[in-house]
């Protein structure tokens, strides 16, 4: 474990350990495997992996998920660089025919909830069955949307983070841990 990391032209300091996210990754998959458990073959639920920075995170719940159920992704963003742009980009756009199906999308992180808002809205207008919304983080300080976040892995400030998944500019997503912004 490196304390700090350096990507294009900033530091970051180590923020999150493996350890912690590992074991806040199991209490999420504990609460999906009793909450899924009478998912069945024929209507298993549709897990949407959010590209890129949901994948390590969707990778790890595959691994503890003991239910029935079918892989998709999508890609959705709003981020240049360390700010979200407030326009939410389709570059791969939900999967076709969720019309009745349970649906857990799978998030890194969320903190306006742009993507997440539009998420909920196209599953709306796909008449699924069941659509809940799962998050590695959450910036709880700034998520103000009225969209439910079903399961919730860990709660941070509202800071820059790269690791796991996230990245700055497409670099960091390989680390292990989780870094913040070294102000």
């Not at 999508?74 to 360390?82: A, N």
Request: hydrophobic share 40%.
């Amino acid at each position: 474990m490196e304390n700090k990391i350096h990507l294009h032209d900033k530091t970051f300091k180590l923020f999150i350990p493996n350890e912690d996210i590992e074991k806040a990754i199991d209490a999420v998959a504990e609460r999906l495997n009793r909450d899924y458990a009478d998912a069945t073959d024929d209507n298993p639920v549709v897990m949407i992996c959010t590209l890129n920075g949901a994948v390590i995170f969707a990778a790890e719940l595959l691994k503890r998920v003991q239910f029935p159920m079918v892989l998709k992704a999508c890609k959705l963003s709003s981020y240049e660089g360390i700010c979200s742009t407030g326009v939410i980009k389709t570059e791969v756009p939900l999967p076709e025919h969720l019309e009745g199906k349970r649906v857990l999308i799978v998030e890194d992180i969320v903190d306006t909830g742009g993507t997440i808002v539009a998420m909920a809205e196209q599953l709306k207008a796909r008449k699924v069955q069941d659509a809940r919304i799962c998050t590695l983080l959450l910036k709880k300080d700034v998520y103000k949307k009225d969209v439910k976040l079903d399961y919730v892995a860990m709660e941070i400030p509202n800071r820059f983070i790269v690791g796991f998944g996230l990245d700055y500019d497409e670099l960091g997503r390989n680390t292990k841990d989780i870094y913040v912004l070294d102000d």
